[in-house]
């Protein structure tokens, strides 16, 4: 069984420019939910995907937004870059939008200068 | 609102100490709660849930509906058991919303 995968591990950018982070899901799992973690910080929800459509949002700006792919593999993406978005990135997958177990990728790290 | 608070940011404790890692909620409905741990240079990790009411790693957790709390506890602590720890808290439909976690260290 594959686990979570999140591609790149650490990104570099400026302030302005746009990224996308992508996630593979755990074999098996159809929801992949995104969080922001910043330094010192608990991870904070960012949005869900089940089965290719949004299925909740946190608190964050229109400017961050996602996919969700036919495999459940899932892309969050953000325009405008600003500096306080600089922080880890964690995709979580899990068996139904509803389950309570969710597996965690390694995340990827990206800062904003 | 729904709010998890981990009123210590750093706790280290010796070896063969207990183990008490601290979780206080803020919900209205009837919450899950969790506890997930990262371990050095590993992902983020589901340690254990209230509704299963198991012992993982020798850890329990006992959810207290009248004093708002989660705690983590293991009766003696280990050099393995240093790790970054969070509680998390899910109330219905709504997502996990994690505490700032606790930097948990054993003293050899």
């Known amino acids: 069984e594959t686990g979570v995968t999140q591609s790149p591990t650490h990104l570099i950018k400026t302030r302005g420019q746009q990224v996308t982070l992508r996630c593979s899901s755990q074999?098996?799992?159809?929801?992949v939910s995104w969080y922001q973690q910043a330094l010192g910080q608990g991870p904070q929800f960012i949005f869900q995907?089940?089965?290719?459509?949004?299925?909740g949002r946190g608190n964050f700006p229109p400017r961050f937004s996602g996919l969700q792919f036919p495999n459940y593999s899932s892309e969050l993406n953000v325009n405008a870059l600003e500096l306080d978005d600089s922080a880890l990135y964690l995709c979580a997958s899990s068996r139904g939008a509803a389950s309570e177990t969710q597996y965690f990728g390694p995340g990827t790290r990206l800062l904003v200068l | 609102a729904q709010r998890v608070t981990q009123p210590e940011k750093l706790l280290s404790v010796f070896k063969g100490a207990p183990v008490e890692l601290k979780c206080n909620y803020s919900?209205?409905?009837?919450?899950?709660l969790f506890w997930y741990v990262q371990y050095s240079r590993q992902r983020l990790q589901l340690l254990l849930r209230?509704?299963s009411r198991e012992s993982i790693k020798g850890f329990t957790a006992d959810l207290n509906k009248g004093e708002t709390s989660f705690h983590l506890k293991k009766p003696f602590a280990q050099e393995e058991d240093s790790a970054m720890y969070y509680c998390?808290?899910?109330?219905?439909?709504?997502?996990?919303?994690f505490g700032k976690g606790t930097r948990f260290s054993v003293i050899a």
């Open positions: 209230h509704i």
């Open positions: 998390a808290l899910k109330g219905g439909n709504t997502p996990l919303v």
């Open positions: 919900y209205s409905g009837s919450p899950e």
């Open positions: 995907y089940y089965r290719e459509e949004e299925n």
């Open positions: 074999s098996g799992h159809n929801t």
